[in-house]
């Protein structure tokens, strides 16, 4: 089933009378405007537990500092410092970067060849710990080429980031501190996550290293930097909700510098420094990214405005996929008009040997829920009746997250 844990509270909630509290200093835009119109009641807590300052954002243009020679790796000078400092003060830091991994791609320098999953139109991402290059979709692994498989030559190099090679360069940077990284490969074994948490509150360690796991719901007495090491790959995503996804996560993880001690300080690293989002970020100023997301959303008919709900269409052929997507949708916009958005091509659009493709409904909020679900039930069975669904695989993402 695929479903909102939230909504499904509120629901769970609702059926045995029970009240539900939802708390967040990032709450998503849908449950703002249903707390601002009257729909959810509203509680603000508009101070830190003990009157904590909120910590120091600083943006750091990496264009500008790689001109000036200011970067070592892939970390800015500044947020080398402000690392530094805090461990000769005897605090910790957090470093988060949404990448697990070695390094997200591995390329030929001489032709340009990329390896990707024989299953998933997806680029490979190599774990040194493994010495293999791996399928973030599908958990395929695959070897690494001695040569070049196109140009049969041995040109093949890894590119960018990821936490296994941010740990690597953290250890060279600061070698006398004990390192510990939280990601999906270091939390797989049964406690490993409670004992990498435990160790860090304890001082055990001193820079933590993670993907979003370290963003949310993590208490540190000690921790007074903060380093976003790429804030681009966050908010650079074909999505109507990845400004408010970068927004809550950047700002979740600056929440977890300076809890107890004096001012945290966030250093946030970024190629696009102009970006909006950044400048709320910035003051802390959720309710004007609330306003200024809300305006967007209200200008393109996107949630709160709207209920979205997006069909997918998996088959493996291609060009059987895209027939069935374009029948399927044009008999649905002869029942829905304009409301009916595609089909397009996901973001990703092959995984585990299946070709997708994706039709984006968007139903008014005081439209029937239920009419559409039968309208939507009776299309898929006359289709299914005349064969034309055919080794497809068809289902139905409501209020996607």
Known sequence: PRYNARDAAIVLASMHGAKTLLGSATPSIETYYKATTGRFGLVSLTERFEGMQLPEMRLIDMSDARKKGLVTGTFAFETERLVNESLKRGEQSILFINRRGYAPIARCKLCGYVPKCNNCDVSLTYH?????????????????????????????EVLGYGTERVEEEVESLFGHAS?????LDTTRSKDSYENIIENF?????QILVGTQMVTKGLDFDKVSTVGVINA????????????ERAFNMIEQV????????????????????????LSYLLQHDYIGFYEHELSERQRYNYPPFVRVI????????????SSIAFEYANRLRKLLGNRVNGPDEPYVARIQSLYIRRIMLKIENNASITKVKKLLNDLRIEMTNQKLLSGAVLYYDVDPV
Do not use: W
């Not at 681009?232 to 400004?243: E, L, M, Q, T």
């Open 128 to 156: 040194r710990h493994s010495d293999k290059l791996v399928c973030h979709y599908c958990a395929t692994p695959y070897s690494v080429p001695d040569v070049c498989p196109a140009c049969k030559e041995p040109g093949i």
């Open 179 to 183: 390192i510990s990284r939280m990601d």
């Open 201 to 205: 509150s304890k001082g055990k360690s």
């Open 232 to 243: 681009d790959s966050v908010i650079n995503f074909p999505d109507f909700r990845a400004s």
């Open 254 to 277: 600056a929440g977890r510098a300076g809890r107890r001690n004096e001012n945290g300080v966030v250093a946030i690293q970024t190629y696009n420094p102009s970006h909006p989002v």
């Open 310 to 321: 997006y069909i997918y269409i998996k088959h493996r052929d291609q060009i059987a996929v």
